[in-house]
Each structure stands twice: as structure tokens, then as C-alpha cells.
């Protein structure tokens, strides 16, 4: 089967860094997104990592090991506003995502 | 429009009754999907269209659920009868082309469904 495993909750200082691992287990690979979820809001697209390696943006990086099965995403600098729920996922087909259950972010200042 | 539209926002209904849900996705948007989610769990994938067919409607949970869209724009999410394991939140996105490229959709705010 397809699936992907993200840790339910995450617990981070504000000011701090935090990273959101994820594996997946996929037939036929062609990407891992990233997206953020405010409660009560829309997934919002963060990024997609398609080849091995780490993509930056802003205070924001995703990275990528397709030989592991495993990604993560990187949050420098905490802010409040940073706590959402962050989920992966990964293209089943070219129009099908698969995701994950979910990364609850929680912040303390 | 700017962005994914859904309406309504909220409905509440009676269980028994049908309720119909709309997106208006981003103009020029071929692809359309629409997804459910329950209280602080994941997404779950109903079905997708390519303009105005729906190659994949695996994802529709029973025979009461259907959906339909029109002139490759609007779509309508159809619940008949509904039961209260349909309260949720259900998701519209959109997006150019298909995921395998780029893993980007675009979310409207979702229709949150209660049925009493």
C-alpha cells in the first residue's frame, strides 16, 4: 500500500527551530509536498521537492532523500503565527496526492 | 475570481435531508478535486475531474454522494440522505495541470457540514 507517517504533535519555543519529519511508502515516486494548515483555514501550498537535496524559502526549507524515503520541513525562526497543522504528501498519480494524518505545530512563547 | 470559492461555509442540516456544495475554482484551472476532512485528521480524496470529466470517483464514500461539473468552471458536491458520519469539513481544490510536476493545489476555505 501507499502510505506516509508525520509525527501527530510537535511542541517548539518561539524564536526557535523545528523540523517536521516525514517517510512515506510509495509505488512509483515523483514528489513530496509540503502544506500549512491554520485551523479553521485552507491547506496552503509550502513547497515540493522533487530531486534529493534541501530547497530553501525564506525562513522555510524542505528537504529530500528519495534513497531513504524521507523528507522534512524546517522552520527557522519560529513565530507565533507559525502554529498550524503541516502535512505532507506525495503524487499517487498525475492527479491523486496521498497524505499524511498530519503534524500539529505548537508554539510557546 | 482570485482564489478558490466555496459556498456555502457553513450548512447545517437535518439528517435525511440533501445538501449541495459549490466550488468555483480558479479560471483557467483544468483540474478539480474535492476532498473531505474530518476534526483534526487528514485529507481524504472524493474524487478529481479533468474539465468536465471525472476519470476517478473511487473516492466517493457511497452511492449518495455525487458530484457534477459544468462548462469545465463550477462544480456541485451532492449528498443525498444525509447521515450525521457526514459532518465534515469538505475541501474543493484546483490547479493548472495535474500534481505529478509540481505537488501544488489550490484550496477554497471549505464547507463545513453538520448534520444533526
Same mark, same amino acid.
Given at each position: ?25 510509495? !509505488?512509483?515516486? @515523483?514528489? $513530496?509536498?509540503?502544506?500549512? *494548515?491554520?485551523?479553521?483555514? +485552507?491547506?496552503? #501550498? ?22 531513504? !524515503?524521507?523528507? @522534512?520541513? $524546517?522552520?527557522?525562526?519560529? *513565530?507565533?503565527?507559525?502554529? +498550524?497543522?503541516? #502535512? ?22 | ?116
Amino acid at each position: 500500500g501507499q502510505s506516509l507517517e508525520q509525527p501527530s504533535e510537535v511542541t517548539a519555543v518561539e524564536g526557535a527551530i523545528v523540523q517536521i519529519n516525514c517517510t512515506y511508502q510509495t !509505488s512509483g515516486f @515523483y514528489g $513530496l509536498s509540503w502544506y500549512q *494548515q491554520h485551523d479553521g483555514g +485552507a491547506p496552503t #501550498f509550502l513547497s515540493y521537492n522533487a530531486l534529493d537535496g534541501l530547497e530553501e524559502t525564506g525562513r522555510f526549507s524542505s528537504f529530500l532523500s528519495r534513497s531513504d !524515503s524521507y523528507g @522534512y520541513l $524546517l522552520l527557522q525562526e519560529l *513565530q507565533m503565527k507559525d502554529s +498550524a497543522s503541516y #502535512f505532507c504528501a506525495v503524487p499517487r498519480s498525475n492527479y491523486q496526492l496521498i497524505w499524511g494524518a498530519g503534524t500539529k505545530l505548537i508554539i510557546k512563547p | 475570481g482570485a482564489g478558490v470559492s466555496q459556498s456555502p461555509s457553513n450548512k447545517v442540516t437535518e439528517k435525511g435531508k440533501d445538501v449541495e456544495l459549490r466550488c468555483d475554482p480558479i479560471s483557467g484551472h483544468t483540474a478539480l478535486y474535492w476532498y473531505r476532512q474530518s476534526l483534526g485528521q487528514g485529507l481524504e480524496f472524493l474524487i478529481y475531474f479533468q474539465g468536465n470529466s471525472a476519470p476517478d470517483k473511487s473516492g466517493l464514500p457511497s452511492d449518495r454522494f455525487s458530484a457534477e461539473r459544468t462548462g469545465g468552471s463550477v462544480s456541485t458536491l451532492t449528498i443525498q440522505r444525509t447521515q450525521q458520519e457526514d459532518s465534515a469539513v469538505y475541501l474543493c481544490a484546483s490547479s493548472r495541470s495535474g500534481t505529478q510536476n509540481t505537488g501544488e493545489l489550490f484550496f477554497g476555505e471549505g464547507s463545513r457540514l453538520t448534520v444533526l
